[in-house]
């Protein structure tokens, strides 16, 4: 009887529609994301974002994204996307427990402010996937360079 239950196991597991993701393990944990927190607002045109041509005072953003880190991760790919998006704003690979964009010829639309995620996973020295995160939400202050506007970020 056991042996025919451990038959049934495995042809379940074997299966077509239950074979697992090449990248993952089976041993998979929960990555603990540390900022943004969810829900943020994430302020745009930050004062001194590190770019030196920035051609209107206030013009761009800057975005740091940070989480804990797991062990035996060689790598962290990192993805933040707006939803229904095509292209992620950010699909990174980095050694770090941290990245920063900064865009400088940029600003975040007042129609694109809302729907941002974004979301880690820690891989191995196979590119494995070891620990994922959850997909955490924020959003983007609204930006205003009209004429005579005071600059996104900058205090009054």
Known sequence: MRAAALLIA????????CARRPNATASSQT???????????MPQSQ????????????YG?????????????KAYHLAVRRAGSAL?????TT??????KKNCNGYVTDANLNGWQWRV???DSAGRRIASS???????????LSPGDRPCGVAP
């Open 10 to 17: 495995a042809a379940i597991l074997a299966a077509p529609g």
């Open 31 to 41: 990555l603990l994301l540390v900022s943004p927190a969810a829900g943020y607002v």
């Open 47 to 58: 004062p001194n974002i590190g770019c030196a041509a920035n051609p209107v005072a206030g």
């Open 61 to 73: 953003e800057s975005a740091r994204f940070q989480w804990m880190p797991v062990q035996g991760a």
């Open 88 to 92: 992620p704003w950010i699909d990174a």
């Open 95 to 100: 050694q770090g427990v941290s990245y920063e």
């Open 121 to 123: 996973e820690a891989l």
């Open 134 to 144: 959850e997909t955490r939400a924020f959003r983007w202050a609204p930006c205003r």
